[in-house]
């Protein structure tokens, strides 16, 4: 009889597995995509609205200096800070990628939201196509064989390809080339005004121009109105920046300081210490000015600087002078819905969480918003008939592609995000 073996098993054996796996813990960490900070975000908007004194050379071509340095001087309080004010509040109360359209959506309805992208959107289409071919005008100064042929077609499509390639890479990367492009297109502005002061005579700057010529005030009143405008386009970039609330009003402000310094500042300097005929007053006359107040390297390098900026306008999207007119009329067409929402959603929603309020009451909000729609409205009556036409005709195909969009969505053939932010009650 054999004898039996009985095995003996502790209840900790018996619970135990042959392998053992030990738990792992994974650490999960979320990348979030780097937004805007304040001074990538104040050049972005000083780019939107200005790039540099290129441009303003105009105002004193129709006008003579004096009335140049009082539209400049002037001007931004009329329009400059009240489209800021109206942007830092709006955009702090809907920090979403969409500005300008959801305030007009919020406020009118869809429609007129619509609307409000079709003219906006349009202006910016027609202002940022010119932008590759004044690059190259600007560079044919410096390399001749730029001016025509091959080898400026293919500047432009080289240029055009490769600045939409640097918007493709993000607006942190766009940002901080602002900041570049905007340090050096500036410098040599401001070392020009240092070397004219001991050659600036203030007489000069009560000039009214020579006498004989006749007041351009059509030409005048458009190169105010395009050298100060688009402050509104950068509400579109909400929802990519850093703390919007707190980082919007201040990068706005702060950009009206630089933008109005750049401006006034080489004006004053140039007509206070150079006298030349007026008709010599075109877009680009300041680098020809350097070179009488202080040699041909700093005419050289500001037009090395006129360059930067005109890609640093392409990036943020400005106007040319080119398409100065129908891009105006549109751009008025934009503002005055602006205007009305504004003021409609303070009366429609005044209990809405608003970071940045104006500190005014509706009525002063109503006069605030009165005085710039009067100076859009002349922008719009002195147009040719030919711009009537063209924008005429582009609203109606705006219209038409709500209408489309509208009913395709009915048949849900598309679907569109409502987007994240509409504006809380208080």
Request: hydrophobic share 50%; net charge neutral.
């Amino acid at each position: 009889m054999a004898a039996a073996t009985t095995t003996t098993t502790s209840p900790i054996s018996q619970n135990m597995p042959e392998e053992v796996e030990l738990p792992i813990t994974t650490k999960i960490t979320t990348i979030k995509p780097k937004k805007l900070t304040l001074i990538p975000l104040i050049f972005l908007i000083y780019f939107e609205v200005a790039g540099g004194p290129f441009g303003e050379e105009p105002a004193v071509l129709a006008a003579g200096p004096l009335f140049a340095i009082l539209g400049f001087l002037i001007f931004p309080f009329i329009w400059s800070i009240p489209e800021a004010l109206i942007t830092a509040e709006l955009s702090t109360a809907f920090p979403g990628n969409g500005g300008f359209v959801i305030w007009a959506d919020r406020a009118f309805g869809p429609f007129w939201g619509s609307l409000m992208g079709t003219w906006k959107f349009l202006s910016g289409v027609i202002n940022t196509a010119a932008f590759p071919a004044l690059c190259i005008d600007y560079l044919k100064k410096i390399f001749p064989i730029f001016s025509s042929g091959l080898p400026r077609y293919l500047a432009l499509l080289t240029s055009t390809l490769f600045l939409s390639f640097l918007n493709y890479t993000g607006l942190t990367i766009v940002g901080y080339t602002a900041v570049g492009l905007g340090v050096v297109s500036l410098l040599p502005f401001i070392l020009m005004s240092f070397i004219a002061i001991p050659k600036i005579h203030p007489h000069r700057w009560i000039s009214l121009g020579q006498k004989g010529v006749k007041k351009d005030w059509n030409l005048f009143f458009n190169t105010l109105f395009w050298n100060l405008n688009f402050w509104d386009n950068v509400s579109t970039l909400a929802g990519e920046v850093d703390r919007p609330q707190k980082t919007f009003p201040v990068a706005l402000f702060s950009a009206v300081i630089l933008t109005c310094l750049a401006y006034i500042i080489p004006l004053l300097a140039v007509t206070g210490s150079v006298t030349v005929d007026q008709s010599e007053w075109e877009a680009g006359f300041f680098a020809d000015a350097a070179q009488m107040i202080s040699g041909k390297w700093l005419k050289f390098w500001i037009e090395v600087g006129a360059v930067l900026s005109a890609i640093g306008l392409f990036e943020a999207q400005l106007s040319s002078s080119v398409y100065q007119l129908l891009a105006n009329f549109l751009y008025s067409l934009g503002m005055l819905l602006e205007f009305a929402s504004f003021v409609w959603l303070r009366r429609k929603l005044p209990a809405m969480k608003r970071p940045y309020r104006v500190p005014m009451r509706l009525p002063g909000l109503v006069i605030m918003c009165l005085i710039p729609s009067g100076f859009l409205v002349f922008i719009m009556a002195i147009a040719t008939k030919i711009v009537y036409l063209v924008s005429g005709l582009m609203t109606l195909a705006g219209i038409g592609w709500y209408f489309l969009i509208k009913f395709c969505k009915s048949n849900k053939w598309v679907e569109f995000s409502n987007g994240e932010c509409h504006g809380e009650e208080e």
